[in-house]
């Protein structure tokens, strides 16, 4: 049987907290993950744990959601069974993204998602939209607006049939853990903000 986890999580991150206060919902990132051991998770996101601006198609290990004195993360889990057809497109689609070096970071549609309800770019996703386009290939649930325009609160609600299990998400080493959490340095952090910002720009006016 074909199946696919998404997966919303409890992020321990100072921006996850701050969201969480701001918007009263408690799940700040959202995942998907191709089998139930739920080890290697695939988003858009930071490369790295202290620059969250080096961000894009990326693969995620539990210890970088339970992270420093972390021992778990909170998450909810939906589980889908898409027939065969769909699921290589999901994989056709992951695989895509994971190997096209223009795909980057879309930082504007997160940040004006609550206002905007999402900005599409070109070759640009953030976990949002990633996820949204993994759950409308899977062909699971029908989808009646833009993928990109899904918050992870709408997921939440849009996949409400495929729940599977919410709670407590056990730290595990991953080998990839020490440089994920490479030191900060603040004008790495700046450069990588500039860098982002300026690409973002730059495809909005080719675009228009």
Known sequence: ????????????????????????????????CTDRSLTDFVSYSRRYHNYPFEAGFTHEYRD???FGRHD????????????AEHYDKVIRYIRSCENDSEETFNLFSML??????????????NCM???ARVIELSGCVKMDREHYRYSIKDMDELLEKYFYFEGRLRRRTSPHYDEY???FEVRRFFKGMGRLICDL????????
């Open 1 to 32: 049987m074909n199946e696919l986890y998404i997966v919303l999580i409890r992020a321990h991150t100072g921006l996850g907290k701050a969201a969480r206060k701001i918007t009263g919902y408690g799940y700040t990132h959202i995942a998907v």
């Open 64 to 66: 970088y959601y339970a």
């Open 72 to 83: 778990s993360v909170g998450i909810k889990v939906f589980r889908l069974t898409p027939d």
């Open 112 to 125: 004006t998602m609550p206002i905007l309800h999402g900005i599409s770019i070109y070759k640009a996703n």
């Open 129 to 131: 939209s990633f996820t």
């Open 181 to 183: 959490m490479e030191p």
């Open 201 to 208: 720009i730059s495809r909005i006016i080719s675009d228009g």
